[in-house]
């Protein structure tokens, strides 16, 4: 094939896969109105096998393309005009009141990639930018910085994330005056750290072997990169250095002991993710260990009734649930819930509790999601069903164990 046939080819292939993204975002948004975004990504990562942060994330923009009543921007995707990254941008930009309105975007992403449409808006539609900034500052009483502070404040956002390559992104925005402080402290922290490294390596150079130690830091003769101390500085700004990290570790690792050989093994975090013995060994010093007995079907464990679950049952719903029975968010980022409401009598029991994050929590009460507990204790979000057979959630985990 010819250098421009095989152009010519892959301009068609793109077009044609717009045309099926069109469609299937269509359908996932039909779908995401019956039932939330929350249950799509489910089905989508049980059954479609896709990863968590796709599924959530196409589920999202194809319940807010549905919502926000985007039909021309489906139908521009449908034509294979724009890209699902252009029909992205539109869903975020069009319901900002000092935006342009979808047919004005549409136009701009038959004409330019998804980032140069992402940034068209602050570049060209400043006046009118500015006559809401003054219209809200008329209003409050607030200068145009005041009131472009504010509006930056409501903006905020942050998330801490396992990605797809098996390591934990962090990812902030602040306003103007926030970032400008963190931003100096977390310079300040690379000086510093670039200094002790300095310190380090003053020792002498040569030909000398790059080590990763225990806790992901390159060492050797290597000095550190400008980004690894970024991540440095930040890690100990938040957690503290890795000595304090250690002495004051909520960390939960799981390990079983092997009556047999008289020692530890599989070691574990509660999510499953394996750990090597030098990792226990490490985190093991200066934790505390909670040597403990579970039924299989963990019915053992019972407070009674109480408003919230004690810290020592979020320890064993960790250790037994893995994080979030609906996705992948880790055990910090759940809370407890009743499947047998509290409301209604339910007991504070293990067998009645289940790790739920923020948004599969309130999922499963907008769309009265079902949990099912099988004979093994452990409770799972199950997918949505259709309306008609949808499972009351009614009985409590101790109704249905063995």
């Known amino acids: 094939m010819r250098d421009g046939d095989l152009k010519d080819r892959v301009l068609r292939l793109v077009a044609e896969r717009s045309r099926i993204e069109g469609e299937y975002l269509a359908a996932v948004g039909e779908m995401a109105s019956r039932n939330g975004s929350q249950a799509v990504a489910h089905v989508l990562r049980e059954e479609a096998r896709m990863n968590s942060s796709q599924a959530r994330s196409e589920s999202r923009l194809a319940e807010s393309l549905a919502e926000q009543q985007l039909t021309d921007t489906l139908d521009a995707l449908r034509a294979g005009e724009i890209q699902a990254s252009h029909a992205r941008v539109i869903a975020r930009e069009v319901p900002k009141k000092h935006r342009r309105s979808e047919t004005e975007f549409i136009e701009l992403c038959r004409a330019y990639p998804s980032e140069t449409v992402a940034r068209h808006p602050f570049a060209y539609v400043s006046q009118q930018v500015y006559a809401d900034i003054e219209a809200e500052a008329a209003a409050k009483g607030l200068g145009p910085i005041d009131a472009e502070l504010e509006l930056q404040r409501a903006q905020r956002s942050g998330s801490m994330r396992l990605g797809t390559d098996g390591m934990w992104h962090l990812w902030a925005k602040f306003d103007f005056m926030t970032g400008r402080h963190l931003n100096a402290v977390i310079q300040a922290a690379v000086r510093s750290a670039r200094r002790r490294a300095g310190d380090h390596n003053s020792g002498g150079s040569g030909a000398g072997g790059v080590g990763i130690d225990f806790d992901g830091s390159v060492s050797g003769d290597v000095e550190p990169t400008q980004a690894q101390l ?46 090597s013995a030098q990792m226990l060994a490490e985190h093991a010093v200066d934790a505390k260990v909670l040597p403990t007995i579970f039924k299989a079907d963990w019915s053992e464990l019972a407070l009674g009734r109480a408003r919230n679950a004690s810290d020592a049952q979020r320890l064993i719903l960790a250790a037994r649930d893995g994080g979030c029975i609906g996705c992948e968010f880790t055990s910090e980022h759940t809370q407890a819930h009743y499947i047998d409401y509290y409301e209604n009598g339910g007991l504070t029991d293990i067998p009645n509790l289940a790790s739920l994050c923020w948004d599969c929590h309130t999922d499963l009460h907008q769309h009265d999601r079902y949990i099912h507990t099988p004979l093994d204790g452990r409770p799972r979000l199950l997918p949505p069903e259709p309306h008609n057979t949808k499972p009351a959630n009614r009985a409590p985990a101790t109704a249905r164990s063995p």
């Open 230 to 275: 970024i991540a440095d500085a930040i890690s100990d700004l938040i957690g503290g250095p890795e000595r304090v990290r250690r002495a004051n570790t909520s960390l939960l690792i799981i390990a079983d002991y092997d009556v047999v050989n008289d020692r530890l093994a599989h070691p574990r975090l509660d999510d499953g993710t394996p750990l």
